[in-house]
């Protein structure tokens, strides 16, 4: 009697989900949490694909579900070191902004300059986060989602920190 593809997938899970674990943790470098999710999201994706690696080789299958994961962690890592990058650049601009009052005139003038040098969507939305306003407000003022504001302040201020450089080594 032929497997069914639970039993198939089932088998395939038993014999390699201990060794993927440990691909994570001890070749990739991730933390155990971490592994564990991206582990559920290997298995996951194999089951969605399963009807297209069902028929190739055990070997085959073994380097697909290497391959997967490899691809998962690079994935979260370019995500991880993206997010916070923006995360970390907003911050500051943000602590700058809050102590704007006390920053000297030249670091002023130098933001100023860099900021008329944005796209003018990029200059408004920049802008008007200085004086206070919640993305909720700006979004219901431009008619743009919330979401796409923010994605707009993050490169803004990516662009901010590209130009300003060297020039305010204080502000970042």
Known sequence: MEE???E????????????????????LSVDKDTAIDLLSDVWV???EKFHTVRNL???QIRKWLWKTAYNKVRNYKRR???????????EKLDEF????????NEQKEILEECIRLLRP?????????????????????MNKSVASLEC??????????????DKLTSFW
């Open 121 to 141: 969507l990029e200059q408004e939305v920049v802008n008007t986060r200085r004086t206070g306003k919640s993305y909720k407000d700006i979004s219901q003022r």
């Open 57 to 59: 080789q055990e070997k």
């Open 8 to 27: 198939r997938f089932t088998r395939y899970f038993c014999q390699y989900n201990d060794d993927l674990f440990l691909y994570l943790v001890r070749d």
């Open 97 to 104: 902004q809050a102590s704007e009052p006390e920053a000297d």
């Open 152 to 165: 707009i302040y993050c490169r803004a201020v990516k662009k901010l920190k590209l130009m300003i450089g």
């Open 80 to 90: 991880k070191c993206y997010y916070s990058e923006v995360l970390y650049t907003t």
């Open 45 to 47: 994706v194999f089951w």
């Open 4 to 6: 069914t593809n639970e």
